[in-house]
């Protein structure tokens, strides 16, 4: 057996359930605090149930996105090493609590995620904006293009659905950055759901449209969450493409650093997430695809969803927790 073939098997122990646990342990730590106006105070507590449960796993982890760098986070930083040691070396990208906002007020789809994949398979992104276009599975390869204009992105993807412009509904992050891309969509007869925070939820929501809703991700928003965001989407087969946002020579030092060559490159998912990948979220508020956090006198309910990219495998998990000691 190879090392890639060691590799996957890994993969295929941690898929069995020891990676629902993570997101989970971390969806319910932050939910307790839904809604209590303190996003740091919610950000921790999914931290450090996350970080907790990812030192239990049978891996040799090397966190690739994370909660910044060394000397900005005290865990769960970029190039902290996680589980027991004895197993896989892979790589973590990571977001224990993606949409801290949302949380703290209490809003929908605020998520715990966290993408696992072989050594040396995820892009090691700095903490720049990046430029985004997402749309689920079934379509054919290289449909969108990020540098055309949104009427035509928007255009072919209603042609090759088999609907009309106004049947599209585009996902963007409601920014003033954007009014230029939301006025331009507007202006096709297409409907836009415009999101507070919370944009590896945007993205995901585009791999089950009939779910969701959602049927085309389009703007800018954090690079380390494209990266979660592609790694989902290689597990569903949908199509992304970014662009990192590099326009100061700071940025571009600090990319440089990280070994990024070319800072107009064009990434697509399969580039940011490549080889086998396994993706996991939970709810902690109320979405459109999951489900949040639930606390019952005597149980705690989650809702999970758990995609594999090498068997393009959608696993979704809602649990029932009598043992509360272990949260």
């Known amino acids: 057996?190879?090392?890639?073939?060691?590799?996957a098997a890994g993969l295929d122990r941690i898929l069995t359930m020891?990676?629902?646990?993570?997101?989970?342990?971390?969806?319910?730590?932050a939910a307790r605090l839904r809604g209590r106006g303190d996003e740091k105070a919610a950000d921790q507590v999914a931290v450090d149930a996350m970080r907790q449960e990812l030192n239990r796993l049978p891996i040799k982890g090397t966190v690739v996105i994370g909660e910044g760098e060394r000397d900005e986070a005290p865990m769960l930083y970029i190039g902290?090493?996680?589980?027991?040691?004895?197993?896989?070396?892979?790589?973590i990208a990571l977001d224990p609590l993606e949409g801290t906002t949302i949380c703290a007020k209490n809003l929908p789809n605020a998520l715990a995620v966290i993408a696992i994949a072989?050594?040396?398979?995820?892009?090691?992104?700095?903490?720049?904006?990046?430029?985004?276009?997402?749309?689920?599975?079934?379509?054919?390869?290289?449909?969108?293009?990020?540098?055309?204009?949104?009427?035509?992105?928007?255009?072919?993807?209603?042609?090759?659905?088999?609907?009309?412009?106004?049947d599209i509904t585009a996902c963007i992050l409601d920014r003033p950055r954007h009014a230029k891309l939301i006025d331009a969509v507007r202006a096709t007869g297409a409907a836009i759901r415009l999101i507070g925070d919370g944009d590896v939820a945007g993205v995901i929501h585009t791999t089950d449209p009939e779910e969701t809703g959602i049927d085309i991700y389009l703007g800018t928003g954090g690079a380390p969450e494209g990266v979660l965001a592609a790694a989902a989407?290689?597990?569903?087969?949908?199509?992304?493409?970014?662009?990192?946002?590099?326009?100061?020579?700071?940025?571009?030092?600090?990319?440089?650093?990280?070994?990024?060559?070319?800072?107009?490159?064009?990434?697509?998912?399969?580039?940011?997430?490549?080889?086998?990948?396994?993706?996991?979220?939970?709810?902690?508020?109320?979405?459109n695809l999951l489900g949040g956090v639930k606390f019952g006198r005597t149980f705690i309910t989650t809702h999970t969803i758990v995609l594999r990219s090498s068997s393009r495998t959608v696993r979704e998990i809602k649990a029932r927790h009598q043992d509360l000691e272990k949260f």
């Open 1 to 7: 057996m190879n090392m890639a073939q060691n590799i």
């Open 18 to 29: 020891e990676v629902v646990r993570v997101t989970e342990r971390a969806a319910v730590a």
């Open 80 to 91: 902290e090493e996680v589980g027991t040691g004895k197993g896989p070396a892979v790589d």
């Open 118 to 166: 072989e050594k040396g398979s995820l892009l090691f992104a700095p903490d720049v904006y990046m430029d985004k276009i997402a749309i689920g599975p079934g379509y054919p390869d290289s449909l969108i293009d990020i540098d055309a204009p949104p009427a035509e992105n928007i255009a072919n993807l209603a042609k090759a659905k088999g609907v009309a412009v106004p």
């Open 233 to 287: 989407l290689r597990c569903t087969g949908g199509q992304m493409q970014g662009r990192l946002i590099l326009d100061t020579p700071e940025k571009i030092a600090r990319a440089e650093k990280m070994g990024i060559s070319d800072p107009k490159r064009v990434y697509r998912a399969q580039d940011m997430a490549r080889g086998d990948v396994l993706f996991a979220a939970t709810g902690v508020t109320d979405g």
